[in-house]
């Protein structure tokens, strides 16, 4: 039976007929449950989404996002996190920062040196709200 299915042109028969098959030989798939390695966190304080999925800005520093991006390094078992603030006007990164360690001091030196940069400005600041 291996050789009669070793040699079966996987692209001539239906997932229907390939579950039968499975089923008259006893083979099941066994899938694994992903696992979250990290602690959930719920904020003790958020502010109200006024930003509401409006992503356009007619002037410059009305609107910044940001965000956490997890890297993986080859090679190495560490985590990179790359901290980015977006003006939505320009869709320009203007303030980024890279560290081994997610946390909220990553994003708040970030927010402390795009204040710096621009101290003038008074945009709606919206993250992902988790961190």
Same mark, same amino acid.
């Given at each position: ?13 239906? =997932?229907?007929?390939? *579950? ?20 959930r966190?719920?904020? /003790?304080?958020? /502010? =109200? ?6 992503f ?5 520093? =009305? /609107?910044?996002?940001?965000? @956490? ?25 203007? =303030?980024?920062?890279?560290?081994? /360690?997610?946390?909220?001091?990553? @994003? ?6 795009? @204040? ?9 600041? *919206? ?5």
């Amino acid at each position: 039976m291996k050789i009669f299915i070793n040699k079966l042109n996987h692209n001539s028969f239906s =997932e229907g007929y390939i *579950h039968i098959l499975m089923n008259v030989l006893g083979i099941t798939a066994r899938i694994r449950i992903k696992k979250v390695n990290r602690i959930r966190v719920k904020p /003790k304080y958020t /502010k =109200e989404n006024i930003l509401s999925r409006d992503f356009s800005a007619g002037v410059p520093n =009305e /609107k910044w996002l940001t965000d @956490v991006t997890e890297f993986s390094i080859p090679g190495d078992s560490r985590k990179l996190y790359l901290s980015a603030f977006m003006d939505i006007y320009d869709n320009s990164i203007f =303030e980024y920062d890279f560290s081994f /360690k997610n946390n909220n001091h990553l @994003v708040f030196s970030m927010f402390d040196k795009a @204040v710096k940069k621009y101290p003038d400005a008074r945009p709606i600041f *919206h993250s992902d709200r988790r961190f």
